[in-house]
């Protein structure tokens, strides 16, 4: 067996749900790369020890799938376990409760052939019984704060670097457990000098929140640590546009009667609102001018 050219690490707490429909995605890929699936375990107490085992018997050897344990708690820290576990020389990540198209490995892998980075595109769908708005088509960008202007972002739910490049910028920080963790990654990847490619073609099937409850609460965690962010990269240029985040405001009080006009109306202001408080709330906890 050809040794791993690629490594795709998949960052997954208690997602015996979801993990096998991407497993087996990545699984008929359609590419003549050799690579292998790396699963970082975050202290799952649900059955996705069983279900990755499983999947990588009915895999076999074609497709490599690895468990690996990843004991301290968070997104980032389980990324560094899952690419420490692997010598591949090309990272690709993504996340257990998405599924990637059949081309996805091949065209990442192609772009960092030129490129030390790659920020890929999202195909958004809405799960099964999901209260959320219907899901646009096309590609989706990762959202920037309106107020906030610096380098390009990057979603973990579909990135990729080289090893050399990780190793170089000291691996994913950590200390960002709730959210903003592959952003702030990126960020440095850049700052430090290295290529990055946003590419437009969606070739991961993103899963929206299936509830509007966690849809917010998703919306108002990246909002507030969007304060984090600006406070550690202002000093490399990060600047905050007082009078964007002014007009994201008076959009929300413009828009409020969307509270009485239906489901999905009401949907998208909640999530706007979410996003606009987050941002709020982490500049008073930072003490910065920041909304």
Known sequence: MQRPQVAVVIPVFNGATTIAAQLEALARQDTDIAFEVVVADNNSTDDTARVVAHVAAEVGADVPIRRVAAPTQGSNAARNAGVRATDAPKLLFCDADDVAEPGWVGHMAKLLEDHDAVSGALDPFTPDGGVLPPAPTGSVRPPRPPSLDFLPLVLGANCAVRRDVWEAVGGFDESY???????????????????????????????????????????????????????????????????????????????????????????????????????????????????
Not at 192 to 219: C, I
Request: hydrophobic share 40%; proline share 4%; glycine share 14%.
């Open 177 to 291: 457990s709730a959210g903003g963790d592959d952003v702030e990654f990126f960020w440095r990847v850049q700052l430090a000098g290295y290529s990055l490619v946003v590419d437009t073609v969606p070739l991961m099937a993103y899963r929206l929140p299936s509830s509007l409850g966690e849809a917010v609460r998703k919306g108002f965690r990246k909002g507030r640590v969007s304060a984090r962010l600006y406070e550690e990269f202002r000093p490399r240029g990060a600047r905050f546009r007082p009078w964007r985040a002014v007009g994201s405001w008076a959009g929300l009080l413009y828009r409020a009667p969307a509270l009485v006009r239906g489901r999905d109306a009401r949907g998208n202001w909640l999530i706007r609102a979410g996003q606009c408080s987050g941002r709020l709330v982490g500049g008073l906890r930072r003490g910065l001018w920041y909304f």
